[in-house]
């Protein structure tokens, strides 16, 4: 089986079995469509039996068969159809895949131009150039037959930058028009993961209804991104919807490639394998712990740029901690693998996480990458990086934590608006995007090399909300933002070593050393962080308010005197 995602609800297949449909699930796919007519080959697995697997499996199948070379606009309409009618995300399949992304191309192409179409499926390995005849008329038809709504700020992503963002206009335009196009249903507080993993909070303490965050007077749009066009001011969605705008908010977050890791999909969750980056395997994570009396535990940190880069070594300390407090930490062998080669990025906080690491006995394995996870046998395996030299190592476990590799989304990847890593290409000051004007981008899915934390959108939100009216009023750009991004470190139940610093390492303290000195563990960062950043969030960021995170309003355009 070749999964070849096109869009970010949307993939193609050559011709599956039944027994790939328990992985097509487990991949996270809510439907599957066949556009095999039965009988085209002697071995060829009947729709039936995909059906069956399908319902079995908690999937919809839908069977929308078309003969090569008979793709007509009944046959196009039905497959659109299908599509809206279906839980996403679908995987559609035929003999090879082609027929599958050739329906979708031209069932798309009323609402996604022939280059977006293109470059998407071109992408993931399907040449449909010859289609785009078909796909500029089925495109010049809606063009003329659809006006998008405009919006002065349309808001790409409802996550925290997002609605952050929102709030932040709102607060200095009331009357602004303004729209979130997000898919998900749930906001959730991911800084709260890591206390859930160690037993301190309920995970549904991290989460409430999307409905319930979105800022009064913004509309929310329902949807899935699937393509930006700058030079119309337009964004289209996968349902078929176009909108427009003044300035446009790119905050739409990162994709963990849990897929990256071989075998590691379908241990997570049990065989001793978590993560509290996900939200319903935070509290497996402490049921492990609670359960761990003796053996080896595994933490695993991968290449950068990841979300939270001190998350990985939190759930070692909090559940050493635990251990510790416990009376087993002497039966238990602690090891932190972590794919680069130093304990934290800023070194003024490393002495202070170096005298943890001593007491719980862990051992630090630098430039080992976990590359493939055996859930039953319970080992793991590692690229080792010695100078030019990789090798394979396995490590047996008990336990094991996985933070995954992550990456840009598809659909920005595939966009104008990416750079080359596939991240949204702003300017670090102003996040403003390099090539268009009146786009900014923040949050986990922009080229800015700060750490990618709440933290950090908490600053970069009222940045982009002052600039955004700038370009609104045809103004310069005033405000800039320092790459401030804060890592609160638990490292043991009551205490954390609150990181705070901006680009370069450059330390920015937010209290002064007789209330929190970051570099030493304090009760009063542990205080700061189960009491004072969930309300921050919920009640400051989203409503407009700016604890500690008014913008720097001294940018001059360079040149400026």
Same mark, same amino acid.
């Given at each position: 089986?070749?999964?070849?995602?096109?869009?970010p609800?949307?993939a193609?297949?050559?011709?599956i079995?039944?027994?790939?449909?328990?992985?097509?699930?487990?991949?996270?796919?809510?439907?599957?469509i066949? %556009?095999?007519?039965?009988?085209?080959?002697?071995?060829?697995?009947?729709?039936?039996?995909?059906? !069956?697997?399908?319902?079995?499996?908690?999937?919809e199948?839908?069977?929308?068969?078309?003969k090569?070379?008979?793709?007509?606009?009944?046959?196009?309409?039905?497959?659109?159809d299908?599509?809206?009618?279906?839980?996403?995300p679908?995987?559609a399949?035929c003999?090879?895949?082609t027929?599958?992304s050739?329906l979708?191309?031209?069932?798309?192409?009323k609402?996604?131009?022939?280059d977006?179409?293109?470059?998407? !499926?071109?992408?993931?390995?399907?040449?449909?150039s010859?289609?785009?005849?078909?796909?500029?008329?089925?495109?010049?038809?809606?063009?003329?037959?659809?006006?998008p709504?405009?919006y002065?700020?349309?808001?790409?992503?409802?996550?925290?930058g997002g609605?952050?963002?929102a709030?932040?206009?709102?607060?200095?335009?009331p009357?602004?028009?303004i729209?979130?196009?997000?898919p998900?249903?749930?906001h959730?507080?991911?800084?709260?993961?890591?206390?859930v993993?160690?037993?301190?909070? !309920?995970?549904?303490?991290?989460?409430?209804?999307?409905?319930?965050?979105?800022?009064?007077g913004v509309?929310?749009?329902?949807?899935?991104?699937?393509?930006?066009?700058p030079?119309?001011?337009?964004?289209?969605?996968? %349902?078929?919807?176009?909108?427009?705008?003044?300035?446009?908010?790119?905050?739409?977050?990162?994709?963990?490639?849990?897929?990256?890791?071989?075998?590691?999909?379908?241990?997570?969750?049990?065989?001793g394998?978590t993560? %509290?980056?996900?939200f319903?395997?935070a509290?497996?994570?402490y049921?492990?712990?609670?359960?761990?009396?003796?053996?080896?535990?595994?933490?695993?940190?991968?290449?950068?740029?990841?979300k939270?880069?001190?998350?990985?070594?939190k759930a070692?300390?909090?559940?050493?901690?635990?251990?510790?407090?416990?009376?087993?930490?002497?039966?238990?062998?602690?090891?932190?693998?972590?794919?680069?080669?130093?304990?934290?990025?800023?070194?003024?906080?490393?002495?202070?996480?170096?005298?943890?690491?001593?007491?719980?006995?862990a051992?630090?394995?630098?430039?080992?990458n976990?590359v493939?996870?055996?859930?039953?046998?319970?080992v793991?395996t590692?690229?080792?990086t010695?100078?030019?030299?990789?090798?394979?190592?396995?490590?047996?476990?008990?336990m094991?934590?996985?933070?995954p590799?992550?990456?840009?989304l598809?659909?920005i990847?595939?966009?104008?608006?990416?750079?080359?890593?596939g991240?949204?290409?702003?300017?670090q000051?102003?996040?403003?995007?390099?090539k268009?004007?009146?786009?900014?981008?923040l949050?986990?899915?922009?080229?800015?090399? %700060?750490?990618?934390?709440?933290a950090?959108?908490?600053?970069?939100?009222?940045?982009?909300?002052?600039?955004?009216?700038?370009?609104?009023?045809?103004?310069?750009l005033v405000?800039q933002?320092?790459?401030?991004?804060?890592?609160?470190?638990?490292?043991?139940?009551?205490?954390?070593?609150?990181?705070?610093?901006?680009?370069?390492?450059?330390?920015?303290?937010?209290f002064?050393?007789?209330?929190?000195?970051?570099?030493?563990?304090t009760?009063?960062?542990?205080?700061?962080?189960?009491r004072?950043?969930?309300?921050?969030?919920?009640?400051?960021?989203?409503k407009?308010r700016e604890y500690?995170?008014?913008p720097?309003?001294t940018?001059?355009?360079?040149?400026?005197?």
């Amino acid at each position: 089986m070749e999964i070849k995602q096109i869009a970010p609800s949307f993939a193609a297949s050559p011709q599956i079995k039944p027994d790939d449909v328990a992985r097509i699930a487990e991949a996270g796919y809510r439907t599957i469509i066949c %556009n095999r007519p039965d009988g085209e080959a002697d071995d060829q697995t009947s729709a039936a039996e995909i059906a !069956t697997a399908a319902r079995e499996a908690g999937l919809e199948f839908r069977f929308v068969p078309i003969k090569p070379g008979m793709i007509s606009d009944e046959i196009i309409q039905s497959f659109d159809d299908a599509l809206k009618g279906c839980k996403g995300p679908v995987l559609a399949y035929c003999r090879t895949g082609t027929r599958s992304s050739t329906l979708w191309a031209l069932a798309r192409a009323k609402m996604l131009s022939p280059d977006a179409i293109l470059t998407a !499926t071109a992408q993931a390995g399907y040449d449909l150039s010859g289609l785009r005849p078909r796909m500029e008329e089925r495109f010049g038809e809606s063009i003329q037959t659809a006006t998008p709504e405009k919006y002065d700020v349309l808001i790409v992503g409802g996550g925290a930058g997002g609605v952050a963002t929102a709030a932040s206009i709102l607060k200095r335009r009331p009357q602004a028009k303004i729209a979130i196009i997000e898919p998900r249903e749930e906001h959730y507080y991911q800084p709260g993961w890591t206390l859930v993993g160690a037993g301190v909070f !309920t995970k549904g303490q991290t989460m409430r209804r999307m409905v319930d965050v979105i800022p009064d007077g913004v509309q929310l749009i329902r949807g899935a991104v699937s393509a930006f066009d700058p030079a119309r001011n337009e964004v289209s969605l996968e %349902n078929g919807a176009r909108y427009g705008y003044e300035v446009l908010v790119v905050c739409p977050g990162l994709r963990l490639a849990w897929e990256a890791i071989e075998g590691l999909p379908a241990t997570l969750g049990k065989n001793g394998v978590t993560s %509290n980056y996900r939200f319903d395997l935070a509290p497996y994570t402490y049921e492990l712990v609670q359960a761990t009396r003796k053996g080896k535990a595994i933490f695993t940190q991968p290449p950068m740029p990841i979300k939270c880069a001190g998350a990985p070594q939190k759930a070692m300390y909090l559940s050493a901690d635990y251990w510790l407090r416990t009376g087993v930490l002497k039966d238990i062998d602690i090891e932190f693998c972590n794919a680069g080669g130093v304990l934290f990025g800023v070194p003024d906080y490393v002495p202070a996480l170096m005298e943890y690491v001593q007491k719980y006995d862990a051992t630090l394995s630098f430039f080992h990458n976990l590359v493939k996870v055996d859930g039953n046998a319970k080992v793991a395996t590692f690229e080792v990086t010695d100078g030019d030299t990789k090798t394979l190592v396995e490590k047996e476990f008990d336990m094991m934590h996985v933070c995954p590799p992550q990456t840009g989304l598809d659909f920005i990847k595939a966009s104008p608006l990416a750079d080359a890593a596939g991240w949204v290409d702003v300017d670090q000051a102003t996040l403003q995007h390099k090539k268009f004007a009146n786009i900014f981008g923040l949050g986990d899915g922009c080229s800015t090399p %700060n750490a990618k934390t709440a933290a950090a959108v908490r600053k970069q939100a009222p940045v982009v909300a002052v600039n955004a009216l700038a370009v609104l009023d045809g103004k310069d750009l005033v405000a800039q933002y320092d790459g401030y991004g804060s890592c609160p470190l638990t490292v043991e139940r009551g205490k954390i070593v609150l990181a705070e610093f901006g680009y370069g390492g450059k330390l920015l303290p937010s209290f002064p050393q007789w209330l929190i000195d970051g570099k030493k563990p304090t009760r009063a960062a542990w205080f700061l962080k189960e009491r004072m950043l969930p309300p921050m969030y919920w009640q400051g960021m989203f409503k407009g308010r700016e604890y500690l995170a008014e913008p720097d309003m001294t940018f001059k355009k360079i040149g400026s005197e």
